[in-house]
DNA sequence: AGAGCTAGTGTACTTTATACACTAAATAAT
DNA sequence: ATTATTTAGTGTATAAAGTACACTAGCTCT
């Protein structure tokens, strides 16, 4: 019988995109790394999949580290594995993107949580080791995920205007869209309660 | 600085869903395992990724090994990570998803080929490892990757008639389609270039 | 009180999707 | 050789979804 043993020298990661919405702009959770390699830069909030864990509980226990959310809106995304991309072997990474409400979010105890700040998705183009490629292939999906399920609201408080909504999808479609229109296809999907109030808010 | 030496235990493979279409039938490709885990059940192609070799290689080296073709077409799924799904240890493997046309399709010398044979994909039901999960997996994203580029043409020959196109779009999409209807979208996107010919194949 | 900003609303038009039936030609059967 | 059966090929009418577009009422700020 072969023998396997060389090809278990390996490892994986996950990474989470972690994406939220405020003031008019998509942003996402990103840490600032303390430590070799790429110390000083900005990174995906990520960790080693531990030997006994499945990879989604990975992400979720990423999230949860950093967030304390739990139940928070999850998907894989790729796996990213080229051979030189993490300079202490071979490690490959299982990306996950999530949504969650930064109106709930509040800063963590755990270490790695001090580091952590939100950045405007857009403004991005320098990130630690072929992060700035995930990001970029998570926001995509991200994009095609939003047109086929209505997981826009994930991102926003439980109540909001249907103004606030409509900047939202403006923000991850990156473009404008006709108000009448967008009022017209949300209510008649029946997917949202109607306060009856009415709102300033800007 | 923390030891990492303990996570890197692991190994990743990569799995291939080769689709093909044959007697109007959506096919993929299997293979007789010959040895333990799972011997005597069929099984997705599939190897461990080299240490040296980037994710995409491995799924194109697979795939050339089995079939002798390169330049086929080829998309990466989702990846699978169970903590037991591997018996030799923790194994994660990701999931490629390919299109060939079996018209193209002969024998390879190498021996996982001789054991290789086209199952239609409507008959599964016990393969080894999570792999009936990973097919149905694959299957689900072809459908969706069907309605969205015209990567159909992938599975036939490189001529074909309006009908045969529409009873693979048939089966890949499990529903019956309008023949009038069918043909009006096609001709309409300008991908084809029409032979003239006409032809009463069965 | 006035100026400026934002929320809220309806209709006409265009594009896309769907439903549907017959003819001509080739092949198979007697 | 004639007939029966199968398959390819074609158009129109209707429904649904998407798009373009402008004004009013009410609030906020000065």
């Given at each position: 019988?072969?023998n ?7 490892a994986?990661t ?9 003031e ?6 990103l ?8 110390s ?30 739990r ?13 030189d ?6 490690v ?5 993107l ?13 270490s ?14 320098d990130?630690?080791?072929?992060h ?12 095609r ?17 249907l ?40």
């Amino acid at each position: 019988m072969t023998n396997f043993d060389s090809f278990f020298k390996s490892a994986f990661t996950v990474d989470n995109v972690i994406f939220g919405f405020d003031e008019g702009d998509l942003k996402v959770l990103l840490i600032k790394r303390g430590e070799e390699p790429y110390s000083g830069k900005w990174a995906l909030p990520g960790y080693f999949v531990y030997p006994n864990e499945d990879l989604n509980n990975a992400a979720i226990r990423v999230l949860e580290e950093l967030t304390g959310m739990r139940n928070v809106y999850l998907e894989q995304v790729q796996t990213f594995g080229k051979v030189d991309r993490h300079p202490f072997g071979r490690v490959i990474t299982i990306a996950y993107l999530s949504l969650v409400k930064i109106s709930k979010y509040s800063i963590q105890p755990a270490s790695i949580a001090l580091k952590a700040k939100w950045h405007s998705v857009a403004s991005l183009n320098d990130l630690a080791f072929d992060h700035l490629e995930i990001l970029s292939a998570s926001f995509n999906q991200l994009k095609r995920s939003v047109r086929s399920r209505p997981i826009g609201f994930e991102l926003l408080p439980s109540m909001f205007t249907l103004t606030q909504l409509q900047h939202l999808y403006e923000a991850i479609l990156e473009t404008e869209l006709d108000k009448r229109n967008f009022r017209k296809k949300i209510l008649s999907m029946d997917l949202l309660i109607d306060l009856n109030q009415t709102s300033n808010q800007p």
